[in-house]
């Protein structure tokens, strides 16, 4: 099959690669900024290969590192703003609670960048919203402001509004090869294209880039099984659309965490997930032999024994999708060590999805060469040892 004509345009501004909802965002910002932006997708679009697919993500303002809760009021502020650009519901409240031993220091980080003293324990928690059952001695904070983002709309309004600014976003086009200089080139399978700028935000598949431009990333890939559990009782409303999201913290039953959202994408089923999976290849995620052990849906079933007794015990239905995590779970937002005019945002841990508009802000102000509206120190590439061992 002949290859695709190459496009009349092959200069720009900018040149974004990965249309997830952190590309996307980044573009979208860029684009607002007047900068004439690419935007390069591998797949075509939707599709469910990544990190951005999907119905629902948790939006909360509870976290335990200061530097992510003090992102979150612009986050959801430029929500708000994508919301109202394009006439789309993207968000629907319905609060979280947080689930923990009394004391734990990341339970009690969350309390405090709420701002709020009450906690709750198995009683009030049980009054308030009836489909949860701590165990003795266990509690519970509460984020009123949280809810569930609409993903997949979500990822369709902020290409939209880029495009309305002018973005040209082509999918289907596969990144074969980067090479950097003061103009960087990057050939696809349908082209070559330049720009005084690049910008890498390929998910799963940063690692393979950054290795092209000597760089040793500590990306892991993980599959992660994204699970949906049958109410016994349909529409029981302690466990329906108006239960809240929830996520759990220092609970040894769960090393890595377990959240859930309430009965939204599929009406009767609840998402609840481990914050955890299995190290992967994003080209082979599919792959995965059925038979092969599922120790998450083990450690989920018995969670709900516990912890959600009016739910099924075994997974209705069965989606994947993908982390890729770094070490410490912090993102990587920073400039290549050797070439300033190429910016990586990678390695968002399952975690991501909403703080997208302020990581869009942040990488596109990186990439003009602005002062990052936020300290960068926790997101810097050479926090990790050994990154610049590949050669060129």
Same mark, same amino acid.
């Given at each position: 099959?002949a290859?695709p004509k190459?496009p009349?345009?092959?200069t ?9 909802i ?9 684009a ?14 939707p ?8 119905q ?9 590192q ?5 992102m979150?009021?612009e ?25 923990g ?9 969350c ?12 009683a ?8 949860? &059952?701590?165990?003795a +001695?266990?509690?519970?904070?509460l984020d009123?402001? $949280? @809810? %569930?983002?609409? /993903?997949? =709309? ?22 074969? &090869?980067?090479e950097? +200089?003061?103009m ?5 399978t $349908? @082209? %070559?294209?330049? /720009?005084? =700028?690049l ?11 950054a290795?092209?431009l ?17 109410e016994?009782?349909p529409g ?6 108006v239960?809240?999201?929830?996520l ?19 009406p ?17 995620r ?18 709900i ?7 099924e ?41 909403k703080?997208a ?31 610049l061992?590949?050669?060129?």
């Open positions: 099959m290859a190459q009349q345009k092959s720009y501004d900018v040149i974004v690669i990965g249309a997830g952190q590309g996307s965002f980044t573009a979208y910002h860029l607002q900024r007047h900068k004439d932006t690419l935007l390069l997708e591998q797949f075509l679009l599709h469910s290969r990544g990190s951005s697919h999907g629902s993500r948790i939006i909360r303002s509870a976290y335990p200061e530097y992510y809760s003090r979150m009021p986050s959801f502020r430029l929500w708000q703003q994508l919301e109202a650009e394009t006439g789309t519901t993207l968000y629907r409240q319905t609060g979280l609670v947080v689930l031993p009394p004391g734990e220091p990341e339970l009690e980080a309390r405090r960048s709420l701002g709020v003293d009450e906690v709750l324990d198995a009030a928690l049980a009054q308030r919203f009836p489909g949860f &059952r701590l165990q +001695g266990q509690v519970a904070v009123s402001t $949280a @809810g %569930v983002l609409f /993903a997949d =709309r979500a990822l369709r309004a902020v290409q939209e509004v880029f495009r309305r600014h002018g973005g040209t976003l082509r999918d289907g086009e596969k990144v074969l &090869r980067i950097p +200089g003061a960087v080139t990057v050939t696809t $349908a @082209g %070559v294209y330049k /720009a005084p =700028r910008i890498i935000t390929a998910g799963a598949w940063t690692g393979a880039f290795e092209q000597g760089l040793r990333l500590p990306l892991q890939p993980l599959r992660i099984d994204v699970c949906y559990w049958r016994k009782q029981t409303a302690s466990l329906g659309s239960s809240p999201c929830f759990t913290l220092g609970l040894s039953q769960a090393p890595h965490g377990i959240y859930g959202l309430p009965s939204i994408e599929y009767g089923l609840m998402k609840v997930c481990h914050h955890h999976g299995s190290p992967t290849d994003p080209e082979k599919d792959q995965a032999p059925s038979s092969a052990p599922r120790p998450d849906i083990a450690i989920l079933s018995s969670f024994s516990s912890y959600l007794p009016g739910l015990t075994q997974p209705a239905v069965m989606e994947t999708c993908l982390y890729t995590n770094t070490p410490d779970e912090d993102f990587i937002l920073d400039q290549h060590p050797k070439f300033s005019n190429i910016v990586i945002g990678a390695g968002f841990s399952g975690h991501g999805f703080l508009p302020v990581v869009g802000k942040l990488l596109c102000e990186l990439s003009l060469g602005e002062k990052p509206s936020y300290s960068m120190a926790h997101f810097a590439i050479t926090r990790f040892p050994g990154v061992g590949a050669a060129l």
